[in-house]
């Protein structure tokens, strides 16, 4: 099923960020902190009948699902998802490009988690466009060069064809939450985008951040549950 497209605004050529929660949350805590950091607007969000009907309540205000936000001074769109949705990587990477090609979008980054049991954070980069290779290469960071990437990344990269797409990796550990990966990944962001982001609260934070994702995941995995019992006390 393919996920629909609320937007009540739609600027023009804006770069798109996307953090789907994966391996140490990594993309989710990034785009959390950006949203945050940047003061940015709920613009829309996608929904769909096979998402969970699960919002999460941050800073006073509501957080659906699938949000969508936008910084005008950065021309920058964050697309939030706060839980993962396993079934739906496909449609997701499909309705991210067609609204990247409507708003004829620069290109679309996306920061996930890598795992590893090293004690240091390493962070990678992997890109389609040879053009974007040669910024980030000019910029000394290390590219991706060989390894599995799975979910909403992967089905991203594999359905863009020409369209530019930048991922950001960073190693995390085995642990639920990894705030310290999250802000790796964020340092390599600004250094590409230069956004004016400082990592230095959510590191002196990371304990707090991390509860908050942790309630927020528990409590939609808690709600997903209870509507799976639900469909089956209508069958059985």
């Not at 990678?124 to 590219?143: D, G, V």
């Not at 990269?157 to 999250?182: G, M, W, Y």
Request: a positive charge.
């Amino acid at each position: 099923m393919a996920l629909k497209l609320h937007l009540k605004k739609r600027p023009r050529r804006p770069v798109i960020i996307e953090g789907f929660p994966g391996f140490g949350i990594v993309g989710g805590i990034s785009t959390q902190y950006i949203i945050d950091h940047l003061n940015m607007e709920l613009i829309g969000s996608f929904f769909s009948e096979k998402v969970p009907a699960v919002v999460a309540v941050h800073n006073k205000k509501m957080v659906p699902p699938i949000g969508i936000y936008y910084s005008q001074e950065h021309n920058l769109l964050v697309v939030h998802p706060v839980i993962t949705f396993p079934g739906l990587e496909w449609s997701f990477s499909t309705a991210l490009l067609k609204l990247a090609k409507e708003l004829k979008a620069r290109e679309i980054i996306s920061i996930e988690g890598v795992t590893s049991f090293s004690e240091e954070v390493k962070t990678y980069y992997y890109t389609n466009s040879e053009k974007l290779k040669e910024r980030l290469n000019a910029l000394n960071l290390e590219e991706f060069k060989e390894g599995i990437i799975v979910g909403p990344t992967a089905t991203l990269l594999a359905t863009a064809e020409n369209f530019p797409v930048v991922c950001i990796f960073a190693e995390t550990s085995i642990e639920p939450q990894d705030a310290r990966s999250a802000a790796k990944a964020l340092e390599v962001l600004d250094k590409y985008l230069n956004l004016g982001i400082d990592t230095k609260p959510l590191l002196k934070e990371a304990g707090k951040f991390e509860k908050h994702l942790k309630q927020i995941i528990k409590q939609s995995l808690e709600a997903m549950d209870v509507k799976k019992k639900k469909e089956l006390s209508y069958v059985g």
